[in-house]
């Protein structure tokens, strides 16, 4: 009698649901931040990268859950590919997103500053700056970051200051040193600018890197900006908004229109997560939380810089090859023998490029040929991101 085979266990569920593929696609990412055969700055590039992604999860993705928990669509909306609904999906969300962040922070913290700090590439604090140090950022700051700041402090006639998308801030607990504690504490804030470098490069020993992250260094000279109060306590901020694309379908208005609107709305949109600094006050915490009307999960206390993804400027700043990838040279498209330009080249036949391993200077130099051509009247292409 043949013995009976074992049950087989059935398979929930053949495939990823599409949070989960994504979800597994930039852990991956970190992976190669924490493989430590891979050169070090590349290292740091791929955490960058990790943080970049995860910043447009949530901007897109999970604000389009909580947007479809707004509008209620939590119990009556139909099973998603996963076969959960919003909130079921938002709650499996929350547990991986900040299981995640821990990684990104140990990866940095663990692996990636003392493998940088054996390389003599440092990124201080302002209490770790040599004298010499300290007076170049100086200048730097003089010239080039306090004319663009803007401190506010919040009371009835300061509202709070509307934060961008992804915009870093300062904010910082004050009171008024004239009435000592007869009076509650206000909450200060300043944004950092955009415009400038996240790692300002720093005077060194020979043979090092050094920098300084541009909000500790406006952090160090808070005092000047808020004069007749005192700084109880201060963090670095920064809040993530929904990003997403909400299109009313009405016949009166073209798509073109719709989506021309939504962007210039784009960065008003609700907040979705507040990244900030371990070390801040509750205080801080819970007035900026209320400010932004985000429960408490949707805060995410950083064990390092509050943007990860700015990371990337050690890659371009640090120029160390050894450190790095060889640089990859893409092949160059040569025209046939005999023959005179791009154009009489795709008469004779189609002409198929693959990049980055065929170099893009010849889709470059067939726009600058068609440019420079009387019989052409239009160039039209499509792109993908």
Same mark, same amino acid.
């Given at each position: 009698v043949p013995a009976k085979k074992a049950p087989v266990k059935a398979v929930k569920t053949l495939f990823f649901s599409r949070?989960? !593929?994504?979800?597994r696609f930039n852990q991956r990412v970190l992976e190669e931040a924490q493989d430590s055969t891979n050169p070090l700055l590349e290292r740091v590039k791929f955490l960058a990268i990790t943080a970049s992604n995860l910043d447009e999860f949530v901007e897109i993705r999970v604000a389009g859950i909580l947007q479809r928990i707004e509008d209620g669509y939590s119990v009556v909306q139909p099973l998603d590919e996963g076969g959960l609904r919003p909130q079921e999906r938002l709650d499996q969300l929350r547990v991986w997103l900040r299981s995640f962040v821990e990684a990104q922070y140990r990866c940095w913290n663990e692996q990636l500053l003392p493998a940088m700090l054996a390389e003599k590439i440092r990124v201080l604090r302002w209490e770790e700056l040599s004298d010499e140090a300290r007076t170049k950022a100086l200048e730097f700051y003089e010239s080039e970051i306090d004319p663009l700041l803007t401190p506010v402090t919040i009371d009835p006639s300061h509202p709070f200051p509307r934060v961008l998308n992804k915009a870093r801030g300062l904010a910082l607990l004050l009171r008024l040193k004239r009435k000592g504690n007869k009076v509650a504490p206000v909450l200060g804030v300043v944004t950092v600018p955009r415009s400038l470098p996240r790692l300002v490069p720093l005077p060194g020993a020979e043979g090092c890197c050094d920098f300084i992250l541009l909000h500790e260094l406006i952090e160090s000279q808070v005092e000047r900006m808020f004069r007749g109060y005192a700084v109880l306590s201060r963090s670095a901020f920064r809040v993530t908004r929904n990003s997403n694309l909400y299109l009313q379908e009405e016949e009166s208005r !073209?798509?073109?229109e719709s989506v021309r609107e939504e962007l210039h709305n784009r960065r008003k949109g609700?907040?979705? +997560? $507040?990244e900030i600094e371990a070390s801040a006050s509750e205080e801080i915490v819970e007035r900026l939380r209320t400010n932004f009307e985000l429960e408490p999960w949707q805060v995410f206390r950083t064990d390092g810089p509050v943007n990860l993804s700015r990371l990337m400027n050690l890659y371009t700043e640090v120029r160390r090859p050894a450190l790095k990838y060889p640089a990859f040279a893409g092949?160059? =498209?040569?025209?046939?023998?005999?023959t005179a330009?791009? =154009?009489?080249?795709? +008469?004779?036949?189609?002409? $198929?490029l693959h990049h980055p391993f065929d170099s893009y200077k010849a889709v470059e130099d067939f726009i600058e040929a068609?440019?420079?051509?009387?019989?052409?009247i239009s160039m039209k292409q499509t792109l993908y991101r």
């Amino acid at each position: 009698v043949p013995a009976k085979k074992a049950p087989v266990k059935a398979v929930k569920t053949l495939f990823f649901s599409r949070d989960e !593929s994504w979800l597994r696609f930039n852990q991956r990412v970190l992976e190669e931040a924490q493989d430590s055969t891979n050169p070090l700055l590349e290292r740091v590039k791929f955490l960058a990268i990790t943080a970049s992604n995860l910043d447009e999860f949530v901007e897109i993705r999970v604000a389009g859950i909580l947007q479809r928990i707004e509008d209620g669509y939590s119990v009556v909306q139909p099973l998603d590919e996963g076969g959960l609904r919003p909130q079921e999906r938002l709650d499996q969300l929350r547990v991986w997103l900040r299981s995640f962040v821990e990684a990104q922070y140990r990866c940095w913290n663990e692996q990636l500053l003392p493998a940088m700090l054996a390389e003599k590439i440092r990124v201080l604090r302002w209490e770790e700056l040599s004298d010499e140090a300290r007076t170049k950022a100086l200048e730097f700051y003089e010239s080039e970051i306090d004319p663009l700041l803007t401190p506010v402090t919040i009371d009835p006639s300061h509202p709070f200051p509307r934060v961008l998308n992804k915009a870093r801030g300062l904010a910082l607990l004050l009171r008024l040193k004239r009435k000592g504690n007869k009076v509650a504490p206000v909450l200060g804030v300043v944004t950092v600018p955009r415009s400038l470098p996240r790692l300002v490069p720093l005077p060194g020993a020979e043979g090092c890197c050094d920098f300084i992250l541009l909000h500790e260094l406006i952090e160090s000279q808070v005092e000047r900006m808020f004069r007749g109060y005192a700084v109880l306590s201060r963090s670095a901020f920064r809040v993530t908004r929904n990003s997403n694309l909400y299109l009313q379908e009405e016949e009166s208005r !073209s798509v073109l229109e719709s989506v021309r609107e939504e962007l210039h709305n784009r960065r008003k949109g609700d907040a979705v +997560r $507040m990244e900030i600094e371990a070390s801040a006050s509750e205080e801080i915490v819970e007035r900026l939380r209320t400010n932004f009307e985000l429960e408490p999960w949707q805060v995410f206390r950083t064990d390092g810089p509050v943007n990860l993804s700015r990371l990337m400027n050690l890659y371009t700043e640090v120029r160390r090859p050894a450190l790095k990838y060889p640089a990859f040279a893409g092949k160059e =498209f040569h025209l046939s023998a005999k023959t005179a330009d791009i =154009f009489e080249e795709l +008469r004779k036949g189609d002409v $198929m490029l693959h990049h980055p391993f065929d170099s893009y200077k010849a889709v470059e130099d067939f726009i600058e040929a068609g440019a420079a051509d009387e019989s052409v009247i239009s160039m039209k292409q499509t792109l993908y991101r």
